[in-house]
């Protein structure tokens, strides 16, 4: 848990711009090293449990490598312990879209990774590694990526994926009023078909998280044959609708999701075998944290994501449960309402109640240590991460008070939106409401369920400040960019600074890591502290826990579980 229901994951030399960028959009963003062994499966989709990143190493003659075989993660080149059965997965809340296109929930994410494929992905480590595309080549001037696509693979509705396909998923994605990923995918300016297994995606600007961003949902595929049959309905009957491991076969609101064995999926292990394993995957929403431990505890469930900071010391020595975790790029923020006609409108507000807030108490109290410090969006794992950037360091709540009495409006009171239906979460807004109140800040908890905590957002109609945290990702740019970039999808708190813009529209288009990390300090600089767009407070760790008997997994930093490999022992 991040602070509330998360929303929604290093330098080398100096080289020519095509070998950094090539480099950078085929070895992603991060240099964590992950000790036990992960979850993508097969012929591409997993790397080793030793492998590491690091964001500049640069690919042979400037191309990207094709897919390596691998053996299923953890298991050498052998199947766990049994192929087969049923693993129930709790989940902290229901899953809000399946059309990826829309999605803007850590929840959904959960669900989309078992029934689509995206063209990349990621390792344990987060390096990025070849998925539906097999390789990828950037020109010259940076502003033209080409995709060579895996051939012979069809969608769950039998349709076939293709050149055809991907030009009208990314152009849906970027054209569609109302789509959640425009932003992200705002530099591209056309997708042209070369031939059946090659597509182009052309450039307005050289764009380095490129890759980064296709890892996720700008880079699902869909197909357009369920997407358009089922019109509107699409959000909740996705149907057949991927490439994935596992196909949705049902979704009972509020109360479950079943996912089936795609038995024509492309993945196999390093000996052949086929994936998935499991032959069910069963998704509950399970809001109480208290809850879901006990259904891992009784056996009802065999896998979560998302355990209770006071439940973890206790997790660690239960011997009927398995607990991992590894560091992640998700944060834990206020999103705060920066719209014109709401109250913190007025930039001192939000610095106030930054500057009231005891980060260190939060984290030793409200979340018993597990995760760090945080002061603004770029995590610890990212290239341009400064760890001497620590603006509130002590909490000031008498320069907090000297700030509200500044705006000349009397005491500060304001609405704090907070999920529903977890003790957990609503402890650690209190504690929050706690600090603020030494600087004789009204924070009022309201709390509402979560989906309707992100429309408010979305409509950007909430009144003050929501708990809502991000699951974060692995360049910073996807902890940075729409949530402070003017009108941008994800920027709920309608922020906008036209320095903060210039900045990260400059990071984007660099060659340079050195002066992308230049950009995105100077931006974090002005939307923390200068003209801040939000209070951050603490950046998390990504969990997984399961029954002793689940083989197969590891976690990753974007928190996301990949169970194809997954496996129960018998």
Known sequence: MLGGTPQGGKRGPMRSRREFLTSLFSAGAIGLIVACGGGGGSQAPAASSNATSAPAQPAAGGQAAAA???AAPGQAASKPAGAGGTLTFVLENDVIDFDPML?????????????????????????????????????????????????????????????????WNIDRYRNTDGSARKGELAPVASVDVVDPSTVAFTLSTPFSPLLSLLVDRAGMMVSRAVAESAGQDFTRKAFKAGTGPFVLTEAVKDDHMTFEKNPDWWGTDASGGKLPLLDKIIIRPVLDSNVRLTNLKTGDAQFANNIAPKDVAGVKTDSTLSYKEVPGYSFGSLTTNRSPGFIFNEARYVKAVSMAIDRQELLDKAFFGIGVVAYGAVAPGHFSYDPNFKPYEKADPDGAKALVDQVGKGPLSFELLVSSGDPATLQQAQLIQAQLRRASIDAQLVQLEFAEILKQQSDHVFKGMSFIGWSGRIDPDGNTYDFNYTGRPNNDGQYSNP????????????????????ALRKAEQIYVVDDPSRPWFRFGVAQQCTTTNVQGLAPYPDQIPRFQNAALAK
């Not at 349709?159 to 396909?165: L, R, V």
């Open 68 to 70: 390596p075989t691998q």
């Open 103 to 167: 999605s803007r929930a850590f929840v959904d994410r959960n669900a989309h990774y078992q029934i689509y494929d995206s063209l990349v992905r990621v390792d344990p480590s987060g390096k990025i590694i070849p998925w539906l595309a097999e390789k990828w080549d950037l020109s010259p001037d940076g502003k033209k990526m080409t995709f060579t696509l895996r051939q012979g693979v069809k969608y769950q509705d039998g349709t076939p994926f293709d050149a055809d396909s991907v030009k």
């Open 499 to 518: 320095d903060v813009d210039k900045l990260l529209d400059e990071q984007r288009q660099s060659s340079d890591m050195n002066e992308r990390t230049t």
